[in-house]
């Protein structure tokens, strides 16, 4: 079967046996498979000596082609997204909600990757990071079960609840790729009230025609940084309500010294960061989505698996707004 690998650091498309059922978990025939930002982050970073240890793409949308009879929750036939670490839900980061930080989610993944025909899952992602999707939803929309359960996670470390009365409140998200508007539609599915900025004049607009604006000379409540520039954190500060939030959602090449730590004591700013998602987060995704309460139609640019490379340097030089491999 066919599967992506990087080799030189670059992407290529290698075969490789399909991985054997072995009486757990399941086999998956992968229909398609998002590329995150975190794909383009591994690749750009990689190195000869790290590339073997990466494994590309993880906003999988498939159909369950082999699974335990036994199983009361799947079957063969499901059309399911999933993500791809799971926690062990007994160690004290489990215990203490911090899942993302749990030794076995970060070692925890799917083989052999995301843009495979086929990927193998055990029974632990069955039980916590993979859902049945909704025949309405197109392939490229059930594929953000996984971004969406980030964006979630994000939204409720900055102290939302979901289906409370959030609408006093409002958050500003700066940087409006694929990831930043997800967030904004997150936040309006949490009925906050929700506006983004970009430096990019085209990502403005598609936000604008979502509904959502940009006031300059608003304060916000709280701030979520998903634009992956430094740069960004100045916006943050100078948009935030003394006392308010920044929520860190993104990495970032250059990394700032000394974060402003006057303004953030004498202001009581609170600095929060969040990674990935909570088994919770997951759950509320697929619902949020399967019932299109969080629309994420005519996102997508579509690509074969042959032209993954394609989509990648597309990406990285933001001609498209996000990348759907069909498999």
Same mark, same amino acid.
């Given at each position: 079967?066919?599967?992506?690998?990087?080799?030189?650091?670059?992407?290529?498309?290698i075969n490789v $046996?399909?991985?054997?059922?072995?009486?757990?978990?399941?086999?998956?025939?992968? @229909?398609?498979?998002? @590329?995150?930002?975190?794909?383009?982050?591994?690749?750009? %970073?990689?190195?000869?000596?790290?590339?073997?240890?990466?494994?590309?793409? %993880? $906003?999988?949308?498939?159909?369950?082609? $082999?699974?335990?009879?036994?199983?009361?929750? =799947?079957?063969?036939?499901?059309?399911?997204?999933?993500?791809?670490?799971?926690?062990?839900?007994?160690?004290?980061?489990?215990?203490?909600?911090?899942?993302?930080?749990?030794?076995? =989610?970060?070692?925890?993944?799917?083989?052999?990757?995301?843009?495979?025909?086929?990927?193998?899952?055990?029974?632990?992602?069955?039980?916590?990071?993979?859902?049945?999707?909704?025949?309405?939803?197109?392939?490229?929309?059930?594929?953000? @079960?996984?971004?969406?359960?980030?964006?979630?996670?994000?939204?409720?470390?900055?102290?939302?609840?979901?289906?409370?009365?959030?609408?006093k409140f409002s958050?500003?998200?700066?940087?409006?790729?694929?990831?930043?508007?997800?967030?904004?539609?997150?936040?309006?599915?949490?009925?906050?009230?929700?506006?983004?900025?970009?430096?990019?004049?085209?990502?403005?607009?598609?936000?604008?025609?979502?509904?959502?604006? =940009?006031?300059?000379?608003?304060?916000?409540?709280?701030?979520?940084?998903?634009?992956?520039?430094?740069?960004?954190?100045?916006?943050? @500060?100078?948009?935030?309500?003394?006392?308010?939030?920044? &929520?860190?959602?993104?990495?970032?090449?250059?990394?700032?010294?000394?974060?402003?730590?006057?303004? &953030?004591?004498?202001?009581?700013?609170?600095?929060?960061?969040?990674?990935?998602? %909570?088994?919770?987060?997951?759950?509320?995704?697929? $619902?949020?989505?399967?019932r299109k309460k969080?629309?994420?139609?005519?996102?997508?640019?579509?690509?074969?698996?042959?032209?993954?490379? %394609?989509?990648?340097?597309?990406?990285?030089?933001?001609?498209?707004?996000?990348?759907?491999?069909?498999?």
């Amino acid at each position: 079967m066919k599967t992506a690998k990087l080799i030189n650091r670059k992407v290529e498309i290698i075969n490789v $046996e399909k991985p054997e059922f072995e009486g757990s978990g399941a086999i998956i025939k992968v @229909l398609g498979c998002g @590329l995150c930002g975190s794909d383009l982050v591994k690749i750009k %970073h990689a190195t000869i000596e790290t590339e073997k240890n990466i494994v590309l793409g %993880h $906003e999988v949308v498939g159909v369950i082609q $082999e699974i335990n009879p036994s199983n009361k929750t =799947f079957k063969t036939g499901d059309i399911v997204a999933l993500g791809h670490h799971y926690p062990c839900m007994e160690c004290e980061y489990c215990k203490n909600g911090s899942t993302s930080m749990c030794r076995t =989610f970060k070692k925890s993944n799917i083989f052999p990757s995301g843009f495979s025909e086929y990927i193998k899952v055990d029974d632990n992602h069955l039980k916590y990071t993979v859902y049945k999707m909704s025949d309405e939803l197109e392939n490229d929309e059930k594929a953000f @079960l996984e971004p969406l359960s980030c964006c979630i996670r994000a939204i409720r470390r900055a102290g939302f609840k979901y289906n409370e009365n959030n609408k006093k409140f409002s958050a500003l998200v700066i940087g409006l790729g694929s990831i930043g508007l997800l967030m904004l539609k997150g936040l309006r599915a949490f009925n906050v009230q929700a506006f983004g900025f970009d430096i990019n004049a085209e990502r403005m607009k598609i936000a604008l025609d979502d509904g959502f604006s =940009f006031d300059e000379n608003k304060k916000y409540d709280v701030v979520f940084l998903t634009a992956g520039n430094s740069k960004a954190i100045d916006s943050a @500060l100078k948009s935030v309500i003394d006392g308010g939030k920044i &929520i860190v959602f993104s990495s970032v090449d250059d990394d700032i010294k000394g974060f402003s730590n006057n303004e &953030i004591y004498y202001r009581e700013l609170s600095i929060i960061s969040s990674y990935s998602p %909570h088994p919770a987060d997951l759950k509320l995704s697929s $619902e949020l989505l399967n019932r299109k309460k969080v629309v994420v139609s005519n996102l997508s640019t579509h690509y074969s698996l042959d032209n993954l490379a %394609h989509a990648v340097d597309d990406s990285f030089n933001n001609r498209i707004f996000k990348a759907y491999i069909e498999i």
